[in-house]
């Protein structure tokens, strides 16, 4: 096990507010990177209520410290108002139109109680504060932010009377993608639409990545050549040919990005070209492509309309509710 090393400022005040309601967050970071398993075996070693300090972000509320097989985590349980303020500061610019940041609060806010209450979740936390769930990063946000975030105080997401599950992401390229693509699992709130985020830098983009690269991440040898195989219904990549020196291999192109990492692949949205040694990708969008658009949010609030115009656009048929704690 590393050693890890902690620096902790203990400041003694009241723990929970935001009326009793708290989510658990389990921090990811370059120290920490252990995900315990579903059902794996842990032991607390302790908690404390104040200011912890990881790697230059500030976690208030109550920090516990746990020991599971594989090392240490340190989950932080935080008021959900407090959370959303800080993973709203992490998600999106400070500068963005005050409706693209109420957007943002409300999804994240609907994303984060949706684990909560899931009753599939771990046992010892809710969520992580990666982007395996959304970036949380504890600490003082931006007063527009805040702002933000008490606009909505509460607000929530609801089909047919229940939470849902919020998914969004960076940049959909033109067009989002069905989450049945992605997730294998279709929603009636969340259909493919045609938006526009010609704001983002990850509108348009070009990577050249090795053929050695390539192997590393998918542990095979002998690559020859990489052919697009199918795609979604939304035109985006869905599995990639690969011919190896003693066969051939299949790869759905989602975990191809998710094995070469998130900003090394943009997204599945993009076309591939032999050079060499190299594979060369010309694409568009960031993330996965499923539920609202961060920078089409941002585009439609500078043209005027209202957070609840953009949460009806991406996720149709649903309707804003006050979170009760239940």
Not at 77 to 101: H, Q, T
């Amino acid at each position: 096990m590393k050693k890890l090393i902690i620096t902790v400022f203990i400041l003694l005040s009241a723990v929970m507010t935001a009326e009793g309601k708290t989510i658990k967050v389990l921090i990811i970071d370059n120290m920490f990177q252990y995900i315990p398993q579903k059902d794996e075996t842990m032991s607390k070693m302790g908690s404390l209520t104040g200011d912890l300090l990881v790697n230059g972000n500030h976690y208030t509320g109550n920090i516990e410290v746990w020991k599971g097989k594989a090392g240490l985590c340190l989950i932080n349980e935080v008021p959900v108002e407090e959370y959303v303020k800080s993973v709203v500061g992490a998600e999106v610019g400070k500068d963005w139109a005050i409706e693209a940041l109420k957007a943002q609060a409300v999804i994240s806010r609907t994303y984060a109680l949706y684990q909560k209450i899931n009753p599939n979740k771990r046992s010892n936390y809710d969520l992580t504060s990666s982007v395996l769930h959304q970036v949380y990063k504890g600490g003082a946000v931006d007063r527009k932010v805040s702002d933000a975030v008490k606009n909505t105080k509460g607000e929530v997401l609801v089909y047919d009377g229940k939470i849902i599950e919020a998914f969004y992401h960076s940049t959909c390229g033109g067009k989002t993608e069905k989450p049945e693509e992605v997730f294998s699992h279709s929603y009636p709130y969340l259909k493919s639409v045609e938006s526009s985020c010609k704001l983002s830098p990850y509108r348009l983009w070009k990577r050249r990545i090795s053929l050695s690269e390539i192997e590393k991440a998918l542990n095979i040898s002998g690559i020859e050549e990489i052919k697009i195989g199918s795609l979604t219904s939304t035109r985006r990549v869905k599995t990639l040919d690969i011919t190896l020196a003693g066969g051939s291999r299949s790869v759905r192109a989602t975990e191809m990005r998710r094995l070469l990492g998130w900003k090394r692949l943009p997204s599945t949205n993009f076309n591939l070209t032999h050079d060499n040694d190299s594979i060369i990708f010309q694409g568009k969008g960031y993330g996965h492509g499923v539920g609202l658009c961060q920078w089409s949010a941002l585009e439609m609030a500078r043209k005027g309309k209202s957070y609840k115009d953009i949460l009806a656009f991406f996720y149709p048929g649903t309707t804003i509710q006050i979170y009760e704690n239940r």
